[in-house]
């Protein structure tokens, strides 16, 4: 998303167009969370997301899933 939106009203913009967002980007994730869409948290190659989502996201609904076609629909 970031490589189509040149400020952050359009990032925000981008992420409000859906109802749930996967994704392995932590800062879509946490956007995503902010306007009140069901978001699902995918690892990357480094621990940040699986640690970020265990110490916060998960208490704020953030969903995990291991790979995309793990994602409950």
Known sequence: PAAWCYSPEEYIAF????????TDRLHLAIVGLGLGRRVTLLPVSYHKNRSMWDTWLM???CEWAERPEMVRR
């Open 15 to 22: 992420a409000a167009q859906y109802q749930h967002l996967i």
């Open 59 to 61: 208490d704020l609904g």
